[in-house]
């Protein structure tokens, strides 16, 4: 009988072919992305070909910045023969609006951090001098940089600069 249900690919296959782990694979099933496996009579999953290619749409989904809700959203839609494409359009323009804002924060944090550095420049003798640690450190980043700083630290963390 096992060799009937073989047919499939192995969870570190499935891994391999999508440049995914196990680990995130196991997860996007409890996040119910993927639908239950198939599983062999000793307990292996198997995968077909449709978990590929439900994988990679994950993928590239991410990449877009929707979160795994979205993403569920959208493939549940699919699921029930939903065209997810309308839903999906909100979707980016909510992204839009954030990626406006965020680009707006930044800029103003540029602005904040040049005016700064501008401004410590010239008084170098005078900061380094004192109780303080660094006198430019100290003068600070203003509310303005908040967001800014969140994203950028949040950017950081996601590729293991933390």
């Not at 992305?33 to 009579?41: A, F, G, I, S, V």
């Not at 989904?61 to 939903?82: M, N, Y």
């Not at 103003?108 to 004192?130: D, H």
Request: glycine share 8%; net charge positive.
């Amino acid at each position: 009988m096992e060799a009937v249900v073989k047919s499939g690919l192995k969870i570190g296959e499935l891994a391999r072919s999508t440049g995914l782990t196990t680990k995130a694979i196991r997860y996007y099933e409890v996040m119910k992305l993927l639908p239950e496996p198939r599983r062999t009579e000793s307990g292996y999953r198997l995968y077909s070909t449709e978990e590929v290619r439900r994988l990679n749409f994950i993928k590239k989904a991410k990449r877009l910045g929707l979160s795994l809700g979205d993403i569920r959203d959208i493939l549940t839609l699919h699921d029930s023969r939903q065209p997810p494409c309308v839903h999906v359009l909100a979707l980016l323009d909510q992204n839009l609006a954030y990626l406006d804002d965020l680009l707006g924060s930044l800029h103003e944090f540029r602005e904040e951090v040049a005016y700064l550095r501008e401004k410590s420049a010239g008084q170098l003798p005078r900061l380094t001098q004192g109780q303080a640690i660094c006198g430019i450190i100290d003068q600070g980043i203003h509310a303005k940089g908040e967001l800014a700083l969140t994203w950028l630290e949040g950017r950081k963390k996601a590729k293991g600069e933390a």
